[in-house]
């Protein structure tokens, strides 16, 4: 049984076209996590909701529209996107946003805009 | 504000040769330390971590521990194998990284039979 899954695992799609990925933990954390994944494998926080708040929003385009519905889903819809969208989106969870709280990731889902 | 730096990489072993891969850190307070590891093709796996200054973290085989001295949190392994091929990436939470993990550039490990 999945811990933390995302849909789809690939997506490939135009410039300008708006897209969404979505995300499911059935661990019963109350916080879940976008991370992006660019071509040199680095990874950085985009955003973090705790109990369906947004609590991290980093510089992120506005174009990136992070939806919480309840606590076990996340999803991350795309506006416009660009060429320099394409990358890997990780989702993640942890029981809370505390210093010591393990985060879970998913298997990712591999983007490319052409 | 807070990073994490890796050794570069790619490091390439033969199997049961020793691993380092090394791993500093800049934070302010305390923040807690994790290795992760990505399979070919596949999300991150947490692999270890250490929550307070000289603590050791430890699993299957690696070990890393927390020197606050050095700021570091460099991963050991003994005796590599095969099956051990992935990207390793070193991150800290706290400090200004406060509810968010701050990933290191990752290293890639090739174990050859």
């Known amino acids: 049984d999945t811990a933390v899954s995302q849909t789809p695992k690939y997506l490939v799609t135009q410039m300008g076209n708006d897209k969404s990925i979505k995300c499911e933990q059935n661990?019963?954390?109350?916080?879940m996590y976008w991370y992006k994944q660019d071509s040199k494998k680095f990874l950085k926080i985009m955003f973090s909701?705790?109990?369906?708040?947004?609590?991290i929003n980093e510089t992120v385009p506005n174009r990136f529209s992070p939806k919480s519905p309840d606590k076990a889903h996340l999803n991350l819809h795309i506006n416009s996107l660009e060429l320099g969208d394409s990358a890997v989106y990780f989702c993640a969870s942890s029981q809370n946003s505390g210093v010591t709280d393990t985060q879970y990731f998913g298997p990712g889902t591999r983007l490319t805009v052409l | 504000g807070d990073s994490v730096t890796q050794m570069e990489g790619p490091v390439t072993l033969s199997e049961e040769a020793f691993l380092t891969i090394n791993c500093t850190y800049t934070?302010?307070?305390?923040?807690?330390l994790f290795w992760y590891v990505q399979y070919p093709g596949e999300g991150l796996q947490l692999l270890l971590k250490?929550?307070?200054?000289?603590d050791k973290g430890s699993n299957k085989g690696f070990e890393a521990t927390y020197r606050k001295e050095t700021t570091s949190f460099h991963l050991e392994k003994g005796s590599v194998q095969v099956s051990d091929s992935a990207v390793y990436f070193c991150a800290l939470e706290g400090g200004t990284s406060y509810g968010k993990l701050t990933f290191g550039q990752g290293t890639i490990l090739t174990v050859h039979p």
């Open positions: 934070a302010t307070g305390y923040p807690s």
């Open positions: 909701y705790n109990n369906k708040e947004l609590i």
């Open positions: 250490a929550t307070k200054a000289d």
């Open positions: 661990l019963g954390h109350d916080t």
